[in-house]
Nanobody, 122 residues
Framework: QVQVVESGGGLVQAGGSLRLSCAASGSIFSINVMGWYRQTPGNQRELVARITSGGITSYADSVKGRFTISRDDAKNTVNLQMNSLKPDDTAVYSC????????????????WGQGTQVTVSS
């Protein structure tokens, strides 16, 4: 079993910063891609940023230059540093990890965290 837990959300004024953290734990053989997604009521979940096991990153156009994703493979964690936050960044942010488990390392499973609320006031 694998658990994914996020932390670091909250309320911040426009122009401020927040750092989200995500930790995966359990029967993990390896993690391929880790990513952050966000969703607002009535809208589909969108990819914010992702990072591969090789450290290759990609970002949504709306956050390029403001957000930075990083990971620590020794700890199975991924962080999202969010700077110059805007009210449009308000959403529930969820972490996802593509995991190869100890019991089935040939297969890749996608695990999600429960989400953390980020609210940016104007």
């Amino acid at each position: 079993q694998v658990q994914v837990v996020e932390s670091g959300g909250g309320l911040v004024q426009a122009g401020g910063s927040l750092r989200l953290s995500c930790a995966a734990s359990g029967s993990i053989f390896s993690i391929n891609v880790m990513g952050w997604y966000r969703q607002t009521p009535g809208n589909q979940r969108e990819l914010v940023a992702r990072i591969t096991s090789g450290g290759i990153t990609s970002y949504a156009d709306s956050v390029k230059g403001r957000f930075t994703i990083s990971r620590d493979d020794a700890k199975n964690t991924v962080n999202l540093q969010m700077n110059s936050l805007k009210p449009d960044d308000t959403a529930v942010y969820s972490c996802a990890a593509e995991v190869r488990t100890d019991r089935a390392p040939m297969n890749v499973y996608l695990y999600w965290g429960q989400g953390t609320q980020v609210t940016v006031s104007s």
